[in-house]
């Protein structure tokens, strides 16, 4: 177990590989941690760098007094790379995760040399949407949503399984304060503008049963990345590392290898 103390924030932290590994950094959704992206990491290529963290609000991260900004959640991830010397990095973001990579993307290129914005958005939702679901929060506590977010989150082949709960107690265990902070900033963002002129290689993955950002929500905001590519995993929702590990770890490996990040 690994703190990082950024001065204004500690962010809890994970680093697998070698030191001297070809650096890959995972970004996690709204409401987990980073052990959403468990099964995939060990499905990867030996001989990466990889560094996780719980952003803040989330995990074992600090949660200060809300609301966030999108720039600031970008800013948590831009100062933790530095001083872990996280450069010129593959960077995955899943959901909220993807949208702080497109904007480390466009603010820092020296960090990041490639994207993959897994079941995310330049823009999701309205700020009514997100108001509701934050007044949702704030009366009932994170788990007034949680029969709801397991249907945007899964297929109902995986809801009927004994793995659910655990996924479902993750949520309902999430920071009140963190969660309604970051549905603060994904409400405040849209990234069309930078997103368009990124000029990286980029990855799109969206899940067929994602409730919360569906495939074509998602292959718009990768096309608006020129040359990017965009894959699909058939049977699995918003979070397809849970659900298709296997598959997610076989499309990150292609992607890795046709950037030369693999040894």
Same mark, same amino acid.
């Given at each position: 177990?690994?703190?990082?103390?950024? !001065? %204004? =924030?500690?962010?809890?932290?994970?680093?697998?590989?070698?030191?001297?590994?070809?650096? +890959?950094?995972?970004?996690?959704?709204?409401?987990?941690?980073?052990?959403?992206? %468990?099964?995939?990491?060990?499905?990867?290529?030996?001989? @990466? *760098?990889?560094?996780?963290?719980?952003?803040?609000?989330?995990?074992?991260? %600090?949660?200060?007094?809300?609301?966030?900004?999108?720039?600031? @959640?970008?800013?948590?991830?831009?100062?933790?790379?530095? *001083?872990?010397?996280?450069?010129?990095?593959?960077?995955?973001?899943?959901?909220?995760? !993807?949208?702080?990579?497109?904007?480390?993307?466009?603010?820092?290129?020296?960090?990041?040399?490639? @994207?993959?914005?897994?079941?995310? /958005? $330049?823009? =999701?939702?309205? *700020?009514?949407?997100?108001?509701?679901?934050?007044?949702?929060?704030?009366?009932?506590?994170?788990?007034?949503?949680?029969?709801?977010?397991?249907?945007?989150?899964?297929?109902?082949?995986?809801?009927?399984?004994?793995?659910?709960? /655990?996924?479902?107690?993750?949520?309902?265990?999430? %920071?009140?304060? !963190?969660?309604?902070? $970051? $549905?603060?900033?994904?409400?405040?963002?849209?990234?069309?503008?930078? &997103?368009?002129?990124?000029? @990286?290689?980029?990855?799109?993955?969206?899940?067929?049963?994602?409730?919360?950002?569906?495939?074509?929500? +998602?292959?718009? &905001? +990768?096309?608006?990345?020129?040359?990017?590519?965009?894959?699909?995993? *058939?049977?699995?929702?918003?979070?397809? $590392?849970?659900?298709?590990?296997?598959?997610?770890?076989?499309?990150?490996?292609?992607?890795?290898?046709?950037?030369?990040?693999?040894?």
């Amino acid at each position: 177990m690994h703190m990082a103390d950024l !001065g %204004d =924030i500690r962010l809890h932290y994970r680093i697998d590989g070698p030191e001297d590994g070809a650096p +890959v950094v995972f970004a996690h959704a709204l409401g987990t941690d980073l052990r959403v992206w %468990d099964r995939v990491v060990a499905l990867l290529p030996p001989g @990466l *760098r990889i560094l996780r963290h719980d952003m803040r609000g989330h995990g074992l991260s %600090d949660a200060p007094g809300g609301p966030y900004s999108m720039g600031t @959640l970008v800013r948590d991830s831009e100062r933790l790379m530095d *001083r872990l010397g996280f450069r010129d990095a593959v960077y995955v973001g899943l959901s909220i995760g !993807g949208m702080i990579a497109q904007g480390l993307a466009a603010k820092r290129l020296d960090l990041v040399r490639a @994207l993959v914005l897994s079941n995310t /958005a $330049c823009k =999701i939702g309205t *700020r009514e949407i997100w108001a509701e679901r934050i007044a949702a929060v704030e009366a009932g506590g994170v788990e007034a949503l949680a029969e709801g977010t397991m249907q945007r989150w899964f297929s109902p082949r995986f809801r009927a399984t004994p793995e659910l709960a /655990a996924w479902r107690h993750m949520l309902e265990r999430a %920071d009140r304060g !963190g969660y309604v902070g $970051c $549905c603060h900033a994904i409400a405040g963002t849209d990234f069309m503008t930078p &997103t368009s002129g990124l000029r @990286l290689a980029a990855l799109g993955i969206a899940g067929s049963e994602d409730g919360s950002t569906p495939p074509d929500l +998602v292959r718009e &905001t +990768v096309e608006l990345i020129p040359g990017a590519q965009f894959r699909l995993i *058939r049977g699995a929702g918003h979070l397809p $590392c849970v659900e298709a590990p296997e598959a997610y770890a076989t499309l990150l490996t292609e992607f890795l290898t046709a950037q030369g990040h693999l040894g």
